[in-house]
């Protein structure tokens, strides 16, 4: 028995990690059916419904008026989001496969979902990035914060693009340290869609790239964008 364990150790854990997801998305898709929030991701996913479907431009007035309706019910009011579409357009790239799950209250619960496994990996990446290699009690402690703690916890709720670049930033960094220019340029112009997260580090990289002539990373950068 326990031969056969060791034998199909990746296939069992892929397994308990997928199982782990489902969980994790039963939950949230309750969290997601009976709390209101996730204007963030409300935005994106209608906005880019409404692309893949031709019926208006995302930047149209049109369009935040219908997000708002269907968020809403009606415009919004004071306080309240206008749900107007303001990232680079080939965001909706990466909106797409979620945008063609009609329901609002399972997309955002699958988004959360996605967020949340963001998370952990930017704190395993982040160990990795710094060498530092700590007890299992202390990297649980840390990943338990990073979800649940209070800025972990809003992007979440809100279903916060900027988990994603935060993510890619990190990464960025590591294909550095490891000279894999092609993938740090890839992960360059991801984090760019967020560019109120991104832009800054972009900028620093771009002129640390030209600096250290790393022109394989600009040139892949530029042809991912």
């Known amino acids: 028995m326990l031969k056969l364990l060791k034998e199909n150790k990746k296939v069992l854990i892929i ?72 990232s680079p357009l080939y965001t909706i790239f990466i909106f797409a496969p979620i945008a063609l799950i ?49 800025h972990g916890i809003l992007a979440v709720f809100d279903g916060n693009v900027s988990i994603l670049a935060t993510l890619g930033i990190v990464g960025v960094v590591i294909a550095i340290r490891d000279q894999k220019d092609e993938v740090a340029g890839l992960l360059l112009a991801f984090s760019t869609f967020a560019p109120m997260v991104s832009i800054l580090f972009v900028l620093f990289i771009i002129v640390w790239a030209l600096l250290n002539n790393r022109l394989g990373l600009l040139a892949w950068f530029g042809g991912a964008l």
């Open 15 to 86: 397994a308990g990690l997928v199982i782990l997801a489902g969980v994790m998305t039963l939950i949230n898709l309750q969290f997601s059916t009976n709390l209101k929030g996730g204007d963030n991701f409300r935005m994106h996913w209608f906005s880019t419904r409404t692309y893949i479907q031709g019926i208006n431009n995302p930047y149209s007035d049109a369009t935040s008026v219908e997000a708002q309706k269907d968020a809403y019910g009606r415009l919004a009011e004071e306080g309240e989001s206008n749900l107007r579409f303001t």
């Open 102 to 150: 009609g329901d609002f209250a399972l997309a955002r619960a699958i988004w959360m979902s996605i967020l949340e496994i963001s998370l952990v990996m930017i704190v395993l990446l982040t160990l990795r990035l710094t060498y530092w290699k700590t007890k299992p009690l202390v990297l649980i402690a840390l990943t338990v914060f990073s979800i649940f703690g209070f």
